[in-house]
């Protein structure tokens, strides 16, 4: 059975440092993986999708990276800022999503 | 061109009441997902529709939970005599024809149960 870990639940790092957020699955039988991010009490927005065979996805400040052998997706955000502030989700393809419980994130002014 | 949109926003009802979610997927998406989130945690899968047809209705939680979609289009959560536990945000998704295609999300229904 797929599992998704994300680690830590909750990272809070002043502004301007570059951080890691880290997703580990169980099993590598997947299409693709993706990172979300979400505000309080609201939907989900498309970060990130990395094919199954692709190693990384890079949009502005974040990129992702995907190792299927060991299980593990990274998304590094560089140079935070208090607007990075929000919950950050991954889940990964196997025809339906199997989801991370997310990571919460406070960027401090 | 239009997201998926899914209605109402916001549902409060009381216990034992029935509630019907909506949502109205891509045009030309032929799969169609529901997920539930708690909070604090990622969003569960519910049930997956591949045209009008459940594909796989397994995160289903019991059979208060039903879901239709009778012309491959638009589809309708249905929960009977709701429990405080039914209490969450649910969310829709769609895709275009195959399953491992990328799912595109609607801005959720948070159902609150009292």
């Known amino acids: 059975k797929q599992e998704v870990t994300q680690i830590p639940a909750a990272l809070s790092v002043p502004e301007g440092e570059n951080l890691v957020l880290n997703c580990s699955f169980t099993?590598?039988?997947?299409?693709?993986l993706q990172w979300f991010r979400q505000d309080p009490g609201k939907g989900l927005t498309s970060l990130l999708l990395i094919q199954s065979s692709q190693r990384e996805q890079t949009s502005g400040r974040l990129n992702a990276s995907l190792d299927k052998s060991s299980g593990r997706s990274t998304l590094y955000i560089a140079a935070s800022q208090p607007g990075d502030s929000a919950t950050y989700l991954c889940?990964?393809?196997?025809?339906?999503?199997?989801w991370g419980a997310g990571t919460k994130l406070i960027i401090k002014p | 061109g239009a997201g998926v949109s899914q209605t109402p926003s916001n549902k409060v009802t009381e216990k034992g009441k029935y509630v019907e979610l909506r949502c109205d997927p891509i045009?030309?998406?032929?799969?169609l997902y529901w997920y539930r989130q708690s909070l604090g945690q990622g969003p569960e899968f519910l049930i997956y529709f591949q045209g009008t047809g459940a594909a796989d209705d397994s995160g289903l939680p019991n059979d208060r939970f039903f879901a239709v979609r009778p012309e491959g289009s638009v589809s309708t959560l249905k929960i009977q005599r709701t429990e405080r536990g039914d209490s969450a945000v649910y969310l829709c998704?769609?895709?275009?024809?195959?399953?491992?295609?990328?799912?595109?999300f609607g801005p959720g229904t948070r159902l609150t149960v009292l």
């Open positions: 099993d590598s039988a997947i299409y693709n």
């Open positions: 045009s030309g998406h032929t799969a």
């Open positions: 998704a769609s895709s275009p024809a195959g399953s491992d295609n990328e799912q595109f």
């Open positions: 889940a990964v393809l196997i025809y339906q999503l199997i």
